[in-house]
């Protein structure tokens, strides 16, 4: 059982798609936003176009409301696969995790909201989430190494993939500086992939030529998360503005 997983080389994969699934299964619970906005988007749209309040302010607060209410779902998602068994016991590692993992739940979050700017059908607007989810999940340098890569998908698929800095950064907060066990008696048996006696040592056998786990910087990474953010959420403000403009003509005549 998963209450079982040690630091042997055996169990150093369940580690992995544990931080993999992590990521992966709330990640798609960022798809409320898209009928929340849906819901509220004509009432938001008339109370802006009547002047009861500003459309960047809206924007604003929204954006706001939302971040401490994702830290919040952040760290109660954490908490299981995280501390039972624990993937690295160090508080402050733990600290670093919740960060990046909030982060990346609030991008999410505010790419399901601009599609739900862009797309006014929920259907259609949850299969383009989805889907754009779930390439962006596959393709984050993990299952299909950065050099076997098709060209075409590098920077349309991989180099805007949330993913892809979300994974790398949990990897190297959990496993640098851990000792991992079990590599002799690996050695001996050969029945299963040995990683290596500490947990840079794993970082190093999962790496390629394209991607060094041991040379990322979590924090970098954490920053590129929230200019991802910020651009999902100018790009929610501006579409926005635009549907509001688009329908004042239409309210005026009515």
């Known amino acids: 059982t998963y209450m079982d997983v040690t630091k042997d080389q055996s169990d150093i994969p369940d580690m992995f798609f544990c931080i993999l699934w ?114 962006m999940f596959v393709f984050n340098g993990f299952f299909v190494s950065v050099e076997n890569m098709p060209v075409f998908l590098l920077y349309p698929v991989y180099y805007t993939s949330p993913f892809a800095y979300t994974n790398q950064a949990l990897f190297k907060l959990v496993f640098s500086g851990q000792d991992m066990s079990g590599w002799d008696k690996c050695l001996q048996k050969m029945k299963y992939p040995c990683y290596g006696e500490t947990g840079n040592d794993v970082l190093d056998a999962i790496s390629s030529d394209d991607l060094k786990y041991n040379d990322v910087d979590p924090w970098l990474w954490f920053a590129v998360l929230c200019i991802f953010a910020l651009c999902f959420r100018f790009g929610f403000y501006f579409w926005l503005r635009g549907s509001v403009f688009d329908l004042r003509p239409k309210n005026a005549m009515g």
């Open 22 to 135: 992590m990521t992966a299964f709330f990640s798609y619970m960022g798809m409320v936003a898209l009928p929340a906005f849906g819901l509220e988007k004509e009432v938001v749209v008339r109370e802006i176009t009547n002047g009861e309040y500003q459309l960047f302010d809206y924007c604003v607060a929204t954006a706001a409301l939302q971040l401490p209410l994702i830290f919040v779902c952040a760290f109660l998602a954490s908490l299981g696969p995280y501390w039972c068994p624990p993937l690295n016991p160090s508080f402050s590692r733990y600290l670093g995790v919740l960060c990046v993992f909030g982060m990346h739940l609030y991008v999410v979050e505010s790419l399901g909201v601009f599609i739900a700017a862009i797309i006014p059908n929920f259907i259609l607007g949850l299969i383009v989430f989805c889907s754009a989810l779930s390439q």
